[in-house]
């Protein structure tokens, strides 16, 4: 079964995925002694012949159910589509480790395996803490040799279905407003929309919160007036399982006001970018001017002091601006690398650690471009949120788990390791 989803543009299936075989892990980067020895860096060198990436874009959401998770949609921004909607994670999971707030959405990929039977469905969901000083501190706890307790601002979570499940029918859906899930969904947090919603509200029982926080916040919004006239209204409301993927129009109600602005991600593959296009192609509209994106790359420029890092940075530059509004480069393949901005903060395989689950290697399978945000549209405080690249690292055999949701590795290159 090569596709699910016929529409190449809608879904990140079919990707070169099917021979992770073992001979390439024994691949050993030639080590130099004195400098490089925590790197597996032969990425200077094969940048030639390196293996093909597919490219991801954002672009408003064309229908109100392009987002439903029984379309097994690719987002970024607003609220995650859950794969498994029932065991949605939850507890310290859910958590910033550090600010102990409840994480952010920030995209999600349909990812499928398609030679394998439990993968048939496969979705990666990427949360973090909008605090910048929360990433700071996550980057700093990376750096250390065996931490006793891990602590991240930055979460990845992969969840697969094999195709015959309780929650999708087994046929691919038909994109045209008419697909239903099977069943029924946790109810999610009326605050941010995210996450399961199992503390009610005592006052309406009707409002749902993820944690304490999120009730707090909504309350001082507004729900304490709202809760007293709900409670007039709704008698009884059943505390089972809700129909947050059931309807087709109505999009689920979030109070929050701070999520990030929501996007469907389409992809391209990066090859077709490789020819220079006229002047009037107009193949990838681009949401903002190219010069805008362009100018604020240059302009991080000033800020790198040594050559290797304005090399790295010259060679990304190069590389991205093949389609400078990619906010996204997926390659999971044996010996896919990411495309660091900077050559200082990269991550080293032997610091990537093994799959919680099966205990396995885990390898590259996407990165996050800086660009995200622009499209986020980042606020313009000091404390606001940066990065060079997110690089998220998945289990290469895709394990199998009692749990779900897996939390998978994440790393975060920022502009400059010393703040
Ligand atoms: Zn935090
Ligand atoms: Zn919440
Ligand atoms: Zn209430
Ligand atoms: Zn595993």
């Known amino acids: 079964m090569s596709s699910f989803n016929g529409d190449s543009m809608d879904d990140f299936k079919g990707l070169r995925i099917t021979q992770l075989d073992d001979d390439d892990n024994e691949e050993e980067a030639p080590m130099d002694p004195i400098h490089v020895d925590e790197f597996d860096d032969d990425d200077e060198e094969d940048d030639e012949d390196c293996e093909p990436v597919i490219l991801g874009f954002v672009e408003s959401p064309r229908f109100a159910w392009s987002k439903l998770r029984q379309l097994f949609p690719n987002l ?27 994480l952010q959405f920030v995209l999600q990929l349909y990812a ?11 979705t990666l969901f990427l949360f973090m803490c909008p605090s910048m000083s929360c990433l700071l501190r996550d980057q700093h706890e990376q750096w250390k040799r065996a931490p006793e307790k891990v602590m991240r601002s ?20 038909k994109h045209d407003g ?35 926080k999120h009730q707090a916040l909504h309350w001082r919004v507004g729900h304490k007036t709202e809760c007293q006239q709900l409670r007039a209204v709704l008698e009884t ?44 192609d107009e193949v990838a509209k681009p949401l903002v001017s190219v010069r805008e994106v362009d100018d604020q790359m240059k302009s991080l420029m000033k800020d790198f002091e040594g050559d ?69 549209g980042g606020n313009n405080d000091r404390e606001s949120l940066d990065w060079a690249t997110i690089v998220v690292y998945t289990c290469e055999n895709s394990c199998e788990s009692s749990s779900s949701y897996k939390e998978e590795f994440v790393w975060v290159q920022l502009y400059s390791q010393t703040t």
Request: proline share 8%; charged share 25%; aromatic share 10%.
């Open 76 to 102: 970024a921004g607003g609220v995650p589509a859950w794969l498994d909607p029932v065991n949605v994670p939850s507890g310290k999971s859910i958590l910033c480790d550090i600010c102990e707030e409840p």
């Open 112 to 122: 499928p395996i398609t030679d394998k039977e439990s993968a048939f469905h496969r």
């Open 154 to 173: 930055m979460k990845v979570f992969r969840c697969q279905l094999p195709r015959v499940n309780p929650f999708y029918s087994s046929e691919a859906p």
């Open 178 to 212: 008419t697909d239903k899930p099977l069943g029924l969904g946790a109810p999610l947090c009326t605050w941010c929309g995210t996450w399961k919603g199992d503390k009610v509200c005592s006052g309406c029982k009707n409002a749902r919160y993820c944690s304490p």
């Open 237 to 280: 409301s059943d505390s089972g399982l809700v129909d947050n993927g059931v309807s087709l129009t109505q999009q689920q109600k979030v109070a929050s006001k701070s999520l990030w602005k929501e996007f469907v991600l389409v992809n391209e593959d990066e090859s077709e970018y490789d020819t220079e296009m006229s002047e009037d």
């Open 308 to 376: 290797a890092d304005k090399n790295s940075w010259v060679n990304f530059q190069q590389r991205v601006a093949k389609a400078p509004e990619q906010v996204l480069r997926y390659c999971r393949s044996s010996g896919a690398k990411p495309l660091w901005p900077i050559a200082s903060g990269r991550v080293s395989k032997s610091e990537i650690p093994n799959c919680k689950s099966c205990g396995g290697p885990r390898c590259f399978e996407f990165q996050v471009m800086p660009q995200l945000l622009f499209f986020f």
